[in-house]
């Protein structure tokens, strides 16, 4: 195995081959990728990490960086709450809602709602994932492209990127924060997110 390994968790809906584009970038500049997938809404985040944490353990590289989409970062969150004691590397979350989501607060107060977040607003969306460890650098890209589901659901404050707020981005003890015109799912073919990751994953910094 190389060095270096980035492992891609996805977001909610999804199997991961929606990062293909932000992978094969991360790929075209040097680094090893592997994509993790699991059940965003059979499964908790909590029960999710549990899953990546035996995902990892299988991984011989001495570093592991992870690049999380929106749901993802949550899972993170999980899993180095949980397993605290992980390999170096860096982390970057897009449009992961560290705080609550006002969005999913919204749909969670109806039954057909509920349905649709299933398992995963369980210890995360509503804003009770587990606090930062501040172990590790973790980077925070944020959306301003009002563009998404998300515009269908009221009450999400601006600037967001149609699904999840800027402000709801944020997260206590994170290395870095930065917010880029793109959408929630736009942020997975943007060039200026790959470019800012991978800035990110290179440094610890986002270039500002």
Known sequence: MAEEIVVLVHGLYLNGMDMGLLRRRLEHTGFNTLRFSYHS???????????LQAYVEKIQSPVIHYVCHSLGGLVIRQLFHNYPEQRPGRIVTLGTPHLISSAAQRLNQSAPGRMLLGKSIKQGLLGDAPPWRNTHELGVIAGTLRLGLG???PGIPRPNDGTIAVAETRLDGMTDHITLPVSHFGMLISYAVAGQTIHFLQHGRFQH
């Open 41 to 51: 809404l059979q499964n908790t985040p909590l029960e999710n990490a549990l899953t």
């Open 151 to 153: 515009m269908f659901v």
